[in-house]
């Protein structure tokens, strides 16, 4: 394999990272356009709302009110899971696009700090107290946990560091 991915599957890297930032930044506009005056709207009655928060910490509101120290150390993230994925260095294509999703919520959260100074969420399951979340919350949720799935199964074999 060469030392680089081909310009046609960094091109559909491309593209999913564009449509994930699109849709993570597309539903807080829509958040903050309809839901912050609001407050909050029950979707399923007990069980989901969508509920308006602007969080300036990580998960679960952690660091909060440590925007900056969140923003470096997300884009530090960020750049390297880019390029551990661009550089061909995981052997797995599912892999890859696990580490994308968490890039593309990472970039999207990322994206909030930067421009608006805290983090919009939205979503909030009203049957059990948890976190209101966003889309890119779900993009680094399922990337993570789809990545530790292929990880147990390949049984850590998924990196080439040569």
């Not at 884009?75 to 052997?91: C, E």
């Not at 909030?112 to 680094?140: K, L, Q, Y």
């Not at 949720?141 to 049984?155: A, V």
Request: contains cysteine.
């Amino acid at each position: 394999m060469s030392k680089f991915k081909n310009t046609l599957t960094i091109l559909s890297y491309y593209l999913l990272i564009i449509a994930g930032l699109f849709l993570d930044q597309f539903s807080k506009a829509y958040a903050v356009a309809e839901l912050k005056p609001l407050r909050s709207v029950e979707v399923i009655k007990g069980i989901i709302s969508l509920t308006y928060r602007e969080n300036t910490g990580a998960a679960f509101s952690i660091l909060e009110g440590h925007t900056e120290f969140l923003t470096i150390i997300t884009l530090m993230v960020t750049v390297t899971l880019l390029f551990v994925v661009i550089t061909g260095k995981v052997k797995s294509i599912p892999a890859e696009y696990a580490l994308l999703f968490i890039a593309i919520g990472g970039l999207g959260n990322c994206m909030d700090r930067i421009f608006v100074g805290h983090v919009v969420d939205m979503f909030e399951f009203t049957f059990i107290h948890f976190a209101v979340f966003n889309v890119a919350d779900i993009f680094v949720t399922c990337g993570s946990l789809f990545f530790i799935i292929i990880f147990i199964f390949t049984k850590g074999n998924l990196f080439r560091w040569n």
